[in-house]
């Protein structure tokens, strides 16, 4: 079975970046002319500050020199976070979005923008914003679901209180 030099390198990186307490996210490596660009994508629950950025590009850099993982040629090793608009992927992105707001592409088709209230193992409760005056509304989404979701960049949020009246409504309905 062959392996691709993303999967490679992700075998041979991936311990490194967990012992520094992250988690790889994506590994890409790009041709810019005649130099390589191997970036690679970290990130936490609590997210990753410079310092942390900082000390797992020296570690990847030094596991890179000593392997031949990139082969004879020149390459550059950029190492970051997401970025504001990721898209999310995997469980643990959902829950890490918690009280963002989202737009999600459905199966049904259609999309919804929505901010994440809360996530468990089979979907996630989310608050629809209400449109013209009228209240948001609380709608429950199921991983299956949903096609793809990204998250979305809020220049003017007036409420950065997560646990809004819909929440409220949710967690009552449940209690009921």
Known sequence: MSTTQSERLRELLEPLVTSQGLDLEEIAVDSVGRKRVLSVIVDSDTGADLDQIADVSRALSAKLDE??????????????????????????????????????????????????????????????????????????????????????VEFNRKDSDVDSDVAKDMKEEEEA
Request: net charge negative; glycine share 12%.
């Open 67 to 152: 392997s031949d993982a990139m082969g004879e040629g020149e390459y550059t090793l950029e190492v970051g976070t997401p970025g504001a608009e990721r898209a999310l992927t995997e469980h643990r992105h959902y829950v890490r979005a918690t009280g963002r707001l989202v737009k999600f592409q459905l199966h049904e088709g259609g999309e919804i923008v929505a901010r994440i209230l809360d996530v468990d193992d089979d979907g996630l409760d989310v608050e629809v914003p209400g449109v013209k005056g009228r209240k948001a509304t609380a709608r429950r989404l199921a991983f299956a679901d949903i096609d793809k979701a990204r998250v979305q």
